[in-house]
């Protein structure tokens, strides 16, 4: 990918570990590095701006942006995760979900247009295409179902079903990452997930209602799936990206467990978790969402 070389890319804020929205900025930096971008990551503040002479390409969260926003010029491109209104061609907000008018309601027109031209894209797996390998399946711990990811009040009741369900079939229920109701945190590092996914007897992404609703598609799941992880979800959405032997999805979590556990008994895990390592390789990389933000900036 040539497009932009000329310019120097800024990962802005959350550093990693620090915030669940850090994994997504940890894979944006190494695949800026990986197509051989000229890369930094840096935190919040004004004395990090570049000079405005520097032609630059920030990926940013619109949670705060004091400083970057409103010192934006036309030397700079700044793709920013929000819902900030756009003004002019060098700040792009951009959504990660599908059209979905549930969690931003437009009250004028102006704002309604503004979100139709809003990109809209999903988030990926942090591996790069080269390193993603099928590993079949172990078929050997048959006790641990593991949830590795952000958990909090949100999506406290779909977990809670999860850990019931494993009381009812007698299965160990593990939750590894950030819990912020309890002010629990367990630090999960990118180089060891993939292995922690593997080894359990099964791995979820589940998601709270909203998200759902939405048409929100976590990093979790296609993570999951670059590991050779059998991919299970509660979001109706992911029909759409992925066929019915590539994914398990169902709404309710106790179905969801079922129908996975009955793949693992009929030995039939690798078929999925094959196919679905292919689509995700050729086409939920984050080298692919660069080249759909770059898209409207032709």
């Known amino acids: 990918m040539q497009k932009l070389k000329d310019h120097t890319v800024c990962i802005w804020w959350y550093p990693y570990g620090a915030h669940t929205h850090s994994w997504i900025h940890f894979a944006f930096h190494r695949t800026f590095q990986h197509l051989g971008y000229d890369v930094t990551w840096v935190a919040n503040a004004r004395e990090n701006l570049p000079p405005k002479t520097q032609k630059t390409i920030f990926i940013s969260a619109a949670w705060d942006n004091s400083f970057l926003i409103p010192e934006q010029n036309p030397n700079w491109i700044i793709f920013d995760h929000g819902v900030s209104p756009r003004n002019g ?28 031209r809003m990109p809209k894209i999903f988030w990926a797996t942090d591996l790069l295409p080269h390193e993603m390998e099928f590993i079949p399946y172990h078929y050997q711990n048959t006790k641990d179902v593991r949830f590795i990811g952000s958990w909090w009040w949100d999506n406290w009741d779909a977990l809670e079903k999860a850990r019931v369900w494993c009381l009812l079939h007698g299965k160990n229920w593990q939750q590894e990452g950030k819990h912020v109701f309890l002010r629990y945190k367990k630090f999960v590092p990118e180089d060891v997930i993939g292995e922690r996914s593997r080894d359990a007897y099964l791995t979820l992404s589940i998601q709270w209602k909203p998200q759902c609703e939405t048409g929100y598609m976590p ?80």
Do not use: G
């Open 89 to 116: 061609n060098q700040l792009i907000p951009f959504q990660v979900h599908s059209l979905s008018f549930a969690n931003y309601p437009p009250v004028t027109p102006e704002e309604y247009w503004n979100y139709i």
């Open 219 to 298: 990093c979790r799941v296609f993570k999951n799936m670059s590991y050779s992880v059998l991919a299970l979800s509660n979001n109706l959405f992911l029909a759409n990206l992925f066929d019915e032997d590539e994914i398990v999805i169902d709404r309710h979590i106790p179905a969801l467990l079922d129908r996975a556990e009955k793949i693992v008994k009929d030995r039939r895990v690798d078929d999925y978790t094959r196919k679905a390592l292919e689509k995700v390789k050729n086409h939920h990389t984050y080298i692919n969402r660069i080249e759909e933000l770059f898209w409207y900036i032709e």
